[in-house]
């Protein structure tokens, strides 16, 4: 038996979520045409009668420019640290990918050599694609084209060692987690430009011994001026959110659930280290002088 955890690695917006959804066959990541939509790793099993693989889709590597992008490549740096694998992710599109290290913070050092995997394969048209290396692999998370190689390549790069989790499992993380998550999917599909980058999603109360389940979620913004456009008018953008979220969450979880949204301004959320860290967010500690 082979069990190990496979972190999947790149930029923002490389592909990492629609991936990871595609390798477990279930939509467990929030996707969004938006780029940096991961801000916690997310993780995902994929377990057969020989081996289990815990993919980690965490933030994409940046270079962060306020504390809650900080938090977030710290958290995913953990992640490839954490990792028995790690697969740098690169757009087929944007032949070639630039060597992983470049991406990381300065001191970060990964455990093995990565495997390269470029994405978005079905973009690029048969006739037009670059010969990608040989020890490199090309997928697309949409038809599924070359899934079956990059999965017998991981297998074989599994440590030995017993199944960690349960074989029936899909995630390792409460549903409370995902529900948050789905909540801030539909708020990127319904609210524009910048303000779902100012927004952050706490669940207050999670009844599941209820039916319908009962689920009350706080939507925090930074500034009272972005509170109404949030509501909308006569609270038609927070309906659309709430009932986009709670199709989601039904549909994950099989059962009914009654979604109770509310609105809030935490001021200047994303560079509170209090705010962040009650949202799961803790800073690296700035070292002292």
């Given at each position: ?38 801000r916690e ?154 303000l779902p ?38 609270g038609r ?53």
């Amino acid at each position: 038996m082979r069990c190990g955890i496979v972190a999947l690695a790149g930029a923002p917006n490389v592909g990492k979520s629609s991936l990871l959804n595609a390798l477990v066959g279930e939509p467990l990541a929030i996707v969004s045409p938006k780029p940096q939509t991961t801000r916690e790793p997310v993780r995902g099993l994929l377990t057969d009668e020989a081996t289990q693989i815990i993919f980690v889709d965490p933030a994409g590597l940046l270079n962060p420019g306020y504390p809650l992008q900080k938090a977030m490549v710290h958290a995913a740096v953990a992640s490839l640290n954490d990792a028995d694998l790690v697969l740098h992710l690169h757009p087929l599109p944007e032949f070639p990918a630039p060597p992983l290290p470049s991406l990381l913070p300065d001191g970060a050092r990964l455990r093995s050599p990565p495997i390269t995997v470029y994405t978005k394969a079905d973009l690029v048209p048969p006739s037009r694609r670059p010969a990608v290396p040989p020890e490199a692999l090309r997928v697309s998370a949409a038809t599924r084209e070359g899934l079956d190689a990059l999965l017998a390549r991981t297998r074989a790069r599994l440590p030995e060692g017993p199944f960690l989790y349960d074989a029936a499992d899909l995630g390792t993380q409460p549903l409370r987690f995902f529900a948050a998550e789905f909540v801030r999917e539909a708020a990127f599909g319904v609210l524009e430009q910048e303000l779902p980058y100012s927004l952050a999603v706490e669940i207050e109360a999670f009844r599941e011994q209820e039916t319908p389940v009962y689920i009350r979620a706080t939507l925090a913004v930074e500034r009272e001026s972005q509170k109404p456009i949030v509501l909308g008018r006569g609270g038609r953008t927070i309906k659309a959110i709430g009932v986009a979220a709670r199709q989601r969450i039904a549909a994950f979880m099989d059962r009914p659930v009654y979604l109770d949204l509310w609105v809030t301004v935490w001021p200047k959320w994303r560079k509170n280290r209090a705010a962040l860290a009650r949202l799961g967010f803790p800073l690296p500690s700035e070292p002292r002088s």
